[in-house]
């Protein structure tokens, strides 16, 4: 199944350099370049999820296959959050609220 770009696709990705050329050419802004390499895996895993879950369909509703892609996500970036942010240095009832 091929899918064309359509008007409002092609719109909105402009809408989308708009705003990132706003934030590169700022002159106090700099481009990091660890968040360049984050940002390009993020959209090639992203594109690939996209590209994979048309070709093969959701064999679930959808709400558990997004629940799945969400788990599995943050299982595969919390040994780089620990390698790169450590352990929080302390944990209270408010931070749990954002869990559920």
Known sequence: MKAHPTLNGIGL???????LSLQIF??????????VVAICAAT???ATGTVLTKKWGQP????VF????LTAGGLLLLPLALIFEG???FFTARHGLGFP
């Open 13 to 19: 990705a402009g809408l989308g350099l708009v705003g």
């Open 26 to 35: 700022i002159k106090t802004a700099q481009l990091d370049p660890l968040g």
């Open 44 to 46: 090639t895993a992203m």
């Open 60 to 63: 679930v509703h959808l709400l």
């Open 66 to 69: 997004t629940a799945w892609q």
């Open 87 to 89: 352990i929080p240095p």
